[in-house]
């Protein structure tokens, strides 16, 4: 059965550091998405994606964040200068759009220090 | 008020059990209901969805919205050990015919135990 992949599975760095988070999604989706998760709180959305642009964002997901599509399997997610806040498991869904269920990847756990 | 409450349990029952697990929501403009499970350090497993009003049956799991009350509900008969996990509701308020645009709401998850 496919599934969408992440790697890394657990990433650590340093305040003020860049990390790109990757992930393929479900080969067949058009639709794209980063969630997160701090420790013991519920998946907050960050980010959609579709026909190759942004199509929604939430507060969460200022200039600090970035995402691209760079060939036609990978989406990555890129946060440029790491925050203590921004350590939580970082989740990549796809959906393949006729219906709104989204499939979402084992996810990344990002730890800042 | 949360746009998206659930009783973050634990809920405790014995194998074999009937589990009832319910979130209530208070944007009236969310179409799309979704079920996942969630284990410890995983990523959430999509479980079951509908459309608007009514019920879902898939094998154990049954699905309920009930869009008067801004109620939705899982029931998981013949509970397992295995069943044990966080079960998050999750809804977003787009038709399926827009682009793109399907930020998901999710609840804060209800954690189950089922004892063998």
């Known amino acids: 059965e496919p599934e969408v992949t992440q790697t890394p599975s657990h990433q650590v760095t340093q305040m003020g550091q860049e990390v790109i988070l990757r992930c393929v999604p479900i080969s067949n989706h058009l639709y794209f998405y980063w969630y997160r998760q701090i420790l013991g709180q519920k998946v907050e959305f960050l980010v959609s994606?579709?026909?190759?642009?942004?199509?929604?964002k939430s507060e969460i997901f200022d200039d600090q964040f970035s995402v691209e599509r760079p060939d036609g399997s990978n989406f990555t997610l890129k946060i440029r200068s790491t925050k203590l806040e921004d350590s939580a498991m970082y989740f990549c869904a796809s959906g393949e759009g006729a219906t709104d269920t989204q499939y979402f990847g084992p996810g990344t756990r990002l730890t800042v220090l | 008020q949360k746009e998206v409450e659930q009783d973050p349990g634990p809920l405790s029952v014995p194998e074999g059990a009937i589990v009832s697990l319910n979130c209530t929501y208070s944007n009236s403009a969310f179409q799309y209901f979704m079920w996942y499970r969630q284990y410890s350090r995983k990523g959430p497993e999509l479980l079951m969805y509908?459309?608007?009003?009514g019920n879902k049956e898939d094998g154990r799991f049954t699905a309920q919205v009930d869009k008067s009350s801004k109620y939705i509900s899982l029931f998981i008969r013949d509970s397992q050990p295995s069943d044990s996990a966080t079960y998050l509701c999750?809804?977003?308020?787009?038709?399926?015919?827009?682009?793109?645009?399907?930020?998901?709401?999710f609840g804060s998850g209800t954690r189950l135990q089922v004892q063998p």
């Open positions: 999750a809804m977003s308020p787009r038709p399926f015919m827009d682009t793109g645009r399907r930020a998901l709401t």
């Open positions: 994606f579709y026909n190759n642009e942004i199509s929604e």
């Open positions: 509908t459309y608007s009003s």
